[in-house]
């Protein structure tokens, strides 16, 4: 018995002295200060953001510590620690999709109160940044986000080889037309087309640059492009959740058939798992005359010493025959519910949501979706890509943002690729199947789906 | 030896009977079926928190509704819903006929390449020990090392491998793309596997032929056996249980494969190389289907379970004869 007690009075002594030596950890941690951790994709707004994240520790005392995840497991892992209810990340930059998941399963706090004591007004922020990274319903006044990082799709080209006499020459006696970025999808094929295979300065080039990537949200991001634009709606907007004759209407299915075509005619070989850095990697060594990427990389690529400065130029997402539109991109940044530093999460949004703030935030590479900032009139010509910005803004649509968003994006990703990379069925055929695919996990949520 | 240091008729005035046995246990100390007990609790515990409980509540997740990306809608028990969809549903079968091609194709080569390394490292040469330790490198390789080189190696426009293709066949190089064609891509699994694993193999087939008794060939020899009737006769049979056994263990780990196969294709070109493994991540971590893919999960651990002991006893009784 006696050498029981002893055991306890040890176990009792060492747990003690570990509770006393983690104490005094945790003070000497006090001690040096508060500090925060932010989450998000590790890109180069990353950097920017890092940058601009000085300034508040130099104003508040708190430091900043950043956990930056590829964007391949981005939403793998940040969705797996949200899930889990994790104390890694105190602020979280989350994909625009997670907004409806996060609010209704509480991962986010939700700022409206926040928002109505510090007199942060959404009004100031753009609308689509607004509905697509903050308001869960959509287009209702619940905030959980404030707009953090403005983006969408746009597109980059050699500004270089566009202006060559000999190229213009070749390409009006050709297509009868001069040779500039397209208005529309039937031109960006023609010039793709154009570039495809051709040799310009000893070196073979291809004609575009697209998404393709199957794991995560590549594909997607890229097909919507073509698919919007062409008559593809997510659902009927007086009938929510109806599917039928919408996702898989006769213009979506010509759509897809475009961005097939697109991807058989005009690509570099071995583009069959492509996204954003393979993207960088193909413009930047000099392979693609145009490509397809998200504005967040474009000062990147302005001041790339190869194909930045004048040989670089920017349009916005070609128009179809059926509308204009862009890929929205872009996140918001949350306040993570499980986070033991809310208030000082709060502060850092509060100082984040400053003009000066989001000013210095655009200089420094990030995009601001404040109004005082886009809409200022030395803003055009702020950067090169700034008008394209701004017009692609002005025209984006977002994927669903639904709860579900994870089964609905990664069904669609393996449907269109199926179609276009894999040359399985027909378009027709494959939003045939995802409309099936979508149906099943909506009926999974309890929503009420009508086939007509 | 153990010392009593308490005589057992000692009486101690105004103490009953049971009351003095139980002292007398607690000061003879423990019995050695209790501290064997002891021993072999913390390991028990663990295997019951590590492995049992997750088992059992993995069981009773496949019978609900639960999505944990959906976590705030009430968790509904859906019975045998999760197991009929997926044994009905047309993909999954897909998936599982994926799986069992490159698991047959893969151990097929794997067998055949490091059956014929182990016959080629069983003979005395000169270099001996440094291509044996050439051959064993890549398993010793990280998966994702493997996939992540194997990728580059097989990049239309700079990897090495369609250079060295088109050196032979004239085809250019950047005009196929291995791991990104319908028709390729399955066999660019299969390919990279076998470079990985076949060594695995050898390993196994050579402590097979390393245990065949040099009186057996030597007897045949004085039969005036040939070459080849010795290998037929002698090698072949006796080293039939090691192939076996490699044979169980290369199907056991195939089925499951993930992260090579992951890194190199992503399930793609579209679901062509998409492994059971590949969907049922998909529907655990991406989706986030905690019954279904709890339903999935135990469908493979039955499937697997019941092969391999189909298989282990007809290896018992390759052995026995």
Sequence with gaps: ?452 | MTTILQPDHVTIPGVSEPAKSRATRRVRGLSDRAIAWLFVAPTIALLLAINIFPLVWMIRLSFTSLNLSMSYLPLRFVGLDNFTDILTDEDVWFRLQTTAQFVISSVALQVVIGFGLALLINRQFRGHSFWTTMILLPMMLSPAVVGNFWTLLFQPQIGPFNYLISLFTGVPPSSFSMTGEVALAPWTIVLVDTWMWAPYVMLICLAGLRSIPDYIYEAAEVDRASAWRQFWSITLPMTVPFLMLAVLFRAIENFKMFDMVNLLTSGGPGSTTELVSITLKRAAFEKWRTGYSSALAIILFVTVFGAANIYVKVLNKVKQR
């Design chain 1, 1 to 452: 018995m006696r050498r029981l007690k002893w055991l306890g009075g040890a176990v009792t002594s060492a747990v003690l002295g570990a509770a006393a030596l983690v104490a005094a950890g945790g003070g000497e941690a006090a001690a040096e200060g508060k500090q925060l951790t932010l989450c998000w994709a590790a890109w180069d707004p990353a950097n920017a953001l890092v940058e601009l994240g000085k300034d508040f520790t130099k104003q508040s005392g708190i430091e900043m510590k950043y956990e930056f995840v590829p964007w391949t497991s981005y939403a793998d892992r940040f969705l797996n620690e949200l899930n889990s209810h994790g104390k890694l990340c105190d602020l979280i930059i989350g994909d625009s999709q997670w907004i409806g998941g996060a609010a209704e399963n509480k991962w986010y706090v939700k700022l409206n109160d926040f928002f109505d004591k510090e007199k942060i007004s959404m009004d100031d922020f753009v609308q689509a940044t607004v509905v697509g990274y903050s308001q869960w319903p959509k287009n209702s006044p619940n905030y959980w986000a404030l707009p953090a990082m403005a983006d969408a799709v746009g597109w980059t080209y050699r500004k270089d080889w566009f202006s060559r006499p000999d190229i213009q020459s070749a390409f009006k006696a050709k297509y009868g037309r001069d040779l500039a970025p397209p208005k529309t999808f039937d031109e960006l094929k023609e010039i793709a087309a154009f570039f495809q295979g051709r040799e310009i300065d000893g070196k073979k080039v291809y004609g575009a640059y697209i998404f393709t990537e199957r794991g995560s949200e590549g594909i997607t991001m890229g097909v919507t492009n073509a698919l919007y634009n062409y008559g593809f709606n997510y659902e009927n907007p007086k009938k929510p959740y109806q599917m039928q004759g919408f996702v898989n209407s006769a213009d979506a299915a010509k759509g897809l058939e475009f961005y097939k075509e697109l991807y058989k005619c005009c690509t570099a070989p071995g583009l069959t798992n492509a996204y954003m850095q393979e993207g960088l990697d193909a413009f930047k060594s000099g392979q693609v005359a145009m490509q397809m990427n998200w504005f967040a990389f474009f000062p990147g690529l302005y001041k790339d010493p190869n194909v930045g400065g004048d040989k670089i130029g920017f349009f916005v997402n070609p128009a179809g025959p059926n509308g204009h539109f862009t890929q929205l991109g872009g996140q918001g940044i949350s306040v993570v519910a499980t986070s033991d530093h809310k208030e000082d999460a709060l502060a850092y949004i509060k100082w984040f949501a400053q003009p000066t703030v989001q000013q210095k935030w655009w200089q420094l590479g990030g995009y601001s979706a404040l109004k005082a900032v886009v809409n200022a009139p030395d803003f055009p010509a702020s950067a090169s890509f700034a008008p394209q910005f701004l017009e692609s803004m002005a025209i984006v649509k977002d994927f669903w943002a639904e709860p579900s968003y994870a089964q609905l994006l990664l069904d669609m990703q393996k449907r269109v690729h199926d179609y276009v990379v894999a040359d399985k069925g027909t378009a027709q055929q494959a939003l045939d199947l995802l409309v099936k695919d979508w149906t099943k996990v909506f009926k999974e949520q309890g929503k009420q789906v009508a086939s007509q």
